[in-house]
């Protein structure tokens, strides 16, 4: 139970950051920071990595099967 309530969480954080960046028009991804003005293409796939990783988080969390 505890598993599956850390990564629910965990996908809403990076559910939350994906949507802060977007509203702030500029993302940091691992030692590379993406603006929307000067790279739309880096900015956008840096924001779709973040959205799936959170989806992906949080599918796990409410389907994922816990062993124990």
Known sequence: MFAKT???LLGIGI???AVFCFKRGMVYMKGYTA???KNPGG???SLIIYL???LVLIFFGIFG???G
């Open 65 to 67: 099967k816990v062993q």
């Open 35 to 37: 603006s929307r003005e």
């Open 52 to 54: 799936l990783f959170a």
């Open 43 to 45: 900015f956008y796939l």
């Open 15 to 17: 559910g939350a950051y």
């Open 6 to 8: 850390l990564l629910l």
